[in-house]
């Protein structure tokens, strides 16, 4: 183990369902939620979440937990809609915080020395 500074930050995110004029399909409700921290997925209590929106959110909840430049769209869009065409439900992705990890604890792969 070094001494070495191996801290980095990721976003802590929410994702919430959202209401729109259009009746939503699916088993999701306006207010319910998700939470992202790390790698660790949690919702309230007794809730549920639909299998189909959240396989069509996850692949961008990476990208909204690291920090993104100013102009890119990630930064700026939030709002993800239902994947069922029908549905009027949109999820919106907030970035609640953020939180310090360590390399060391996160993954078994060495950081490079900077002569390598
Ligand atoms: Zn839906």
């Not at 959202?18 to 997925?41: I, Q």
């Amino acid at each position: 183990m070094s001494d070495r500074d191996d801290t980095f930050t990721l976003y802590d995110l929410r994702v919430e369902v959202v209401a729109t004029d259009r009746p939503m399909v699916c088993n999701h409700r306006e207010g319910d939620y998700f939470e992202l921290s790390g790698e660790n997925l949690s919702m309230p209590t007794g809730q549920t979440f639909p299998i189909y929106p959240l396989a069509a959110i996850l692949p961008l909840l990476p990208a909204k937990q690291r920090e993104t430049e100013p102009n890119d769209w990630m930064t700026t869009d939030m709002d993800i809609a239902c994947p069922d065409s029908n549905c009027g439900g949109l999820f919106r992705i907030t970035r609640t915080g953020k939180r310090t990890f360590r390399h060391g604890e996160v993954t078994l792969v060495p950081l490079r020395t900077a002569d390598a």
